[in-house]
C-alpha cells in the first residue's frame, strides 16, 4: 500500500504532468506573466463552466472575499452575518474592512450556518449574510435568498470549498454554487477540489456593474493605465496559475466524482457504529435518499471528508490514526466567536450550542482524486478498531 496523504497532489499531477508542463513552459516562453492569454482563457473557460456572466480572477481566495465586499460598497460599522464554524479568513475580511462581524450558530447536520440563526442575528444595520459552503456542500440558499429578500440584504458567497458542488433549489431549477447570491468568491490554494500550485482566487458574479467595479479594485483602481477611479488593492492570478487551472478545469467533475466515491466508501465501511456520525448529503441534486452519496449528482464535493466522533475520544482517535501514519485533521479546533482577535461580548456562549459540541466532535480523513480501495480499508479499520461498535 501507498502512503496515505491527506491531500496527494503528486498523484493527481501525474495524471495531467503532459498538459500541465507544455502549459507552464509556454508562459515562461512567451514571457507573459501577469494578465496574459492563459489567465483570460481561463477565465471564459471558468464562466462557462460556473454558468455564471463574469469570473474576476485574483491572487488568493482572503482577496477574493475582501474585493467582493469592497464592491459591495459595504461601509465601517455595516453588520455583516457569517457563521462561527469556518476558517478565520471570512470573518478577517469583515474586520479588515471595518465592518461588524456578526458569528451565528451553524447546523449540526450540514455544518452549515443555520438560516434561524442568521434570522435572530439581523438589526437594522445588517447589510450581508456570508453562507461559507463548508467542506463541499452547499448552505440552505432556498432559506438564505428568501431571508436576503425580505431584508434587502446581500449575499456574499464563500466557494472556497465548494466549487462544483450544485444546489438544487425547492422549485427543482439547479444552479453552480457561486452563481446564486449577489457576488461569490473561490480559493485556488492547492488542497481545493480545484487547485493551483502556488496561491489563486477569484470572485463571480452576474451582476454587469459589479463585475466592473471589481476589475477596477483588483487593478489598483485602474480601468486605463495610471487613472485611478476607485479605491484599490493589487491582486492578480498569474498566467502559470492560470494554465495549471485550465489544465485541472477539464476533470473538475471527475474530480468531485472520485471524491463521492471515497465518501461513499467511507460511509459504507461506518455503517451501524454508534459513536461514528458520518456527512449528511442534504439537498440531493437527483432521487436518492438523504446521506446517500450516488455517482450522478454534483450535490456535495467533499472537499473534506469530516466525521463527527460522539464518544468523547476524538482527540484519543486523532493521536491514535497520527501513531498509524495516517494524516488527519481538526476543522476546526477553535470556535471563531473564541478566538482572540475576534471575542466579543456581544456573544453569548449559548447562542453557540452546535459550534461549541462540533469543536470537540469533528476529524477530518484523507480526501482526495487519487485514495484507493486498500488505504481506505486500512484507514477505516483503523478507525473501527479504536472507536469500537
Excluded at 501525474?14 to 481561463?42: R, W, Y
Excluded at 475582501?66 to 475580511?93: H, N, R, S
Aim: proline share 4%; hydrophobic share 35%.
Amino acid at each position: 500500500m501507498k502512503k496515505i496523504q491527506m491531500v496527494d497532489l503528486k498523484g493527481q499531477y501525474e495524471q495531467i504532468k503532459e498538459q500541465v508542463d507544455s502549459s507552464v513552459l509556454d508562459v515562461i516562453n512567451s514571457t507573459a506573466f501577469i494578465n496574459g492569454p492563459q489567465v483570460h482563457s481561463f477565465q471564459k473557460e471558468l464562466e462557462e463552466y460556473l454558468d455564471v456572466t463574469h469570473v474576476i480572477p485574483c491572487a488568493n481566495g482572503t482577496d477574493a472575499l475582501q474585493i467582493a465586499m469592497m464592491g459591495l460598497g459595504l461601509e465601517p460599522g455595516d453588520e455583516v452575518i457569517t457563521a462561527d464554524f469556518t476558517f478565520a479568513a471570512t470573518v478577517e475580511v469583515i474586520a479588515l474592512l471595518r465592518l461588524t462581524p456578526v458569528l451565528v450558530d451553524v447546523e449540526l447536520d450540514s455544518f452549515n450556518i443555520d438560516p434561524e440563526a442568521i434570522k435572530k442575528a439581523i438589526t437594522p444595520k445588517t447589510k450581508a449574510i456570508v453562507p461559507v459552503h463548508l467542506f463541499g456542500q452547499a448552505a440552505n440558499m432556498d432559506e438564505i435568498m428568501t431571508i436576503a429578500k425580505e431584508h434587502n440584504l446581500y449575499v456574499i458567497e464563500d466557494n472556497a470549498q465548494g466549487i462544483g458542488s450544485t444546489y438544487k433549489f425547492a422549485n427543482r431549477n439547479s444552479t453552480k454554487t457561486g452563481g446564486i447570491g449577489d457576488v461569490a468568491s473561490t480559493s485556488f490554494f492547492p488542497s481545493k477540489n480545484l487547485g493551483c500550485y502556488g496561491d489563486g482566487g477569484a470572485i463571480f458574479t452576474n451582476d454587469d456593474d459589479l463585475a466592473h467595479t471589481i476589475r477596477g479594485i483588483v487593478n489598483h483602481g485602474m480601468y486605463k493605465r495610471y487613472h485611478h477611479d476607485v479605491v484599490g488593492v493589487n491582486s492578480r492570478l498569474d498566467s502559470i496559475q492560470a494554465a495549471v487551472l485550465r489544465a485541472k478545469l477539464p476533470n473538475l467533475d471527475s474530480y468531485n466524482k472520485a471524491r463521492r466515491a471515497a465518501a461513499r466508501k467511507y460511509n459504507d465501511a461506518f455503517a451501524g457504529i454508534n459513536s461514528i456520525v458520518t456527512p449528511k448529503v442534504k439537498g440531493n441534486s437527483c432521487n436518492t435518499d438523504e446521506n446517500t452519496i450516488c455517482d450522478t449528482c454534483n450535490c456535495h464535493v467533499f472537499h473534506q471528508y469530516t466525521l463527527r466522533i460522539t464518544n468523547g475520544k476524538r482527540d484519543q482517535l486523532v493521536q491514535h490514526l497520527n501513531d498509524k501514519g495516517i494524516p488527519c485533521g481538526v476543522y476546526y479546533p477553535i470556535p471563531l466567536h473564541s478566538q482572540k482577535a475576534y471575542q466579543d461580548r456581544r456573544y453569548n456562549e449559548a447562542d453557540f450550542p452546535i459550534t461549541n459540541q462540533l469543536v470537540k466532535e469533528v476529524v477530518s480523513l484523507p480526501m482526495h482524486t487519487e485514495l484507493d480501495n486498500d488505504q481506505i480499508a486500512f484507514i477505516t479499520k483503523t478507525v473501527i478498531d479504536f472507536v469500537g461498535n
